[in-house]
């Protein structure tokens, strides 16, 4: 699944979605030590530490998704959409290339600068308090243009800079990308989820990923303006896909036990981070991240053991709470669920929009009020408990995923922004044989215009490294907080 031949001069890989004829370019790209790198970032972070075989890498997504792109120029191709030979290379690198920027353990460690560590949560503190929030972490898809166009071996491989910087333009959604070719990398069809849903559903060994891929690729089409969309008679494959998703959020990557453990790694890394001490040489902000990844010596090593390597030095640590955390880690000795609120709710209209009161935002009130209470009381330090709220998960992705409780600090550009990439995520159809496709949310008999609107979030809180009579007692202490 998704391995590369090692038999020089052999341009086939088989992937997960059937032979791949790669050409001399791609074949280059493949072959260099920036995109090797990607065989050590697994797919998943730390989801192997619940699903044993889940330790697929974004190597193997990659290809898979550049598998997608075939289809895709084959369908833009068979609707009499002109694409030259140069334009259908350079969609194909975008869609091989798309994950060239992720950070070890992907979005773990990309999205350290929205930590909120206990005692902030206790105390409400927001991230604007934070010192190194006027420079956070680049996205990874900012991370993938700076690869793309400043590592030597891919620029050469791609065919030189200006060359790079079209494709990394394009998989990095910029607004100097070619609008029509932008519009076939990203379409509704979203070639990455197709791609690791399928994949992350088999290497888990649970069924909600296996979507009927080969009946929507063989459904889609593409209109005069190069908009990809489906044809109407599709809708059913559609919900599966979007039912799929969520699924896979509720039962994969929401796992009570690997989010636990990935949000202990990031309370680790952001502690060692404060600590700004040269024994972790965490990027402290973006200018680090930036810096480190476009040195050629520095990120064939900004992989997941960057970060193995600081947890196992942290078992070590003169700071007991760090040393705790690591161990925990280290001896796949999870934080102990302590009490868990699942919310199926209507989503906030936007970003600016109150929270609601429900069970989880009475839930999260009451450990903030209490939190510090029961630390005294039970005689377990404070740090050692976690609170954390998953991402909204919505089955109709027009949704923006807006964390609504931090809108003072977000510029309106951002706001914006993030609404305009739920309305480009939203699957288009063509209704009634129409000529440009319509947002799946226009079919009115279907499931997602019903559910769309509702998002899946669960809060929790845990705590790390007690034993079981200790568990219980602070599972009493907690059960009645916001019931």
């Not at 972490?137 to 793309?148: K, R, S, T």
């Not at 910087?165 to 989820?193: G, I, M, N, Y």
């Not at 896909?241 to 969520?246: D, G, S």
Request: charged letters at 30%.
């Amino acid at each position: 699944m998704g391995c590369l031949s090692e038999i020089a001069g052999k341009l086939i890989v088989d992937s997960i979605h059937g032979d791949i004829h790669l050409n001399p370019c791609e074949v280059r790209v493949i072959g260099t030590a920036s995109f090797q790198r990607l065989r050590r970032l697994k797919q998943l972070a730390m989801a192997q530490m619940v699903y044993p075989n889940a330790t697929h890498t974004r190597f193997a997504h990659s290809l898979g998704v550049l598998g997608m792109m075939v289809r895709i120029i084959q369908v833009a191709q068979e609707n009499s959409i002109q694409l030259s030979h140069g334009e259908q290379e350079e969609l194909r690198l975008a869609a091989l290339l798309h994950d060239i920027g992720h950070y070890p353990y992907s979005h773990l460690m990309e999205k350290l600068d929205d930590v909120k560590l206990v005692e902030e949560f206790v105390q409400d503190r927001n991230r604007a308090e934070q010192a190194y929030q006027p420079d956070p972490y680049p996205d990874h898809e900012e991370v993938g243009q700076l690869i793309a166009t400043s590592q030597r071996d891919l620029v050469e491989a791609i065919g030189g800079a200006e060359r790079a910087k079209r494709v990394a333009d394009l998989f990095a959604r910029t607004q100097a990308a070619d609008p029509e070719l932008s519009k076939l990398v990203h379409s509704s069809l979203d070639l990455d989820r197709m791609d690791y849903l399928l994949r992350d559903s088999r290497a888990t060994g649970v069924p909600y990923g296996c979507v009927d891929v080969n009946y929507l690729l063989n459904n889609l089409r593409v209109s005069p303006s190069k908009v990809v969309g489906f044809r109407e008679k599709a809708v059913p494959a559609i919900e599966h896909l979007l039912l799929a998703r969520f699924f896979m959020h509720r039962v994969v990557y929401f796992h009570k036990t690997t989010y636990g453990l990935e949000e202990i790694c990031r309370q680790l890394l952001r502690r060692l981070r404060d600590r700004r001490s040269k024994d972790y040489p965490i990027p402290r902000n973006g200018a680090e991240v930036r810096k480190l990844v476009q040195d050629e010596k520095r990120l064939p090593e900004f992989v997941d053991a960057f970060v193995d390597e600081m947890v196992r030095k942290a078992v070590s640590d003169e700071d007991w709470t760090i040393q705790t955390l690591a161990r925990c880690l280290v001896g796949r000795t999870p934080p102990k669920l302590l009490k868990e609120v699942l919310v199926y709710e209507e989503a906030p209209a936007s970003r600016h929009e109150k929270p609601r009161s429900h069970a989880g935002e009475l839930f999260r009130r009451e450990c903030r009020s209490r939190l510090e209470g029961l630390a005294k009381d039970s005689e377990v330090d404070l740090r050692l408990f976690v609170w954390c709220k998953t991402k909204g998960c919505s089955v109709g992705d027009a949704v923006p995923q807006f964390d609504i409780t931090e809108a003072a600090t977000m510029p309106q550009e951002q706001i914006q922004a993030e609404a305009a990439e739920a309305g480009q995520k939203d699957i288009k159809v063509f209704i009634d044989d129409k000529t440009e496709p319509e947002s799946i949310l226009k079919v009115g008999y279907s499931l997602v215009k019903r559910l769309a609107r509702y998002e899946f979030c669960a809060y929790r809180l845990y705590v790390v490294g007690q034993e079981d009579g200790k568990v219980a007692q602070l599972r009493q202490a907690v059960k009645d907080w916001a019931d």
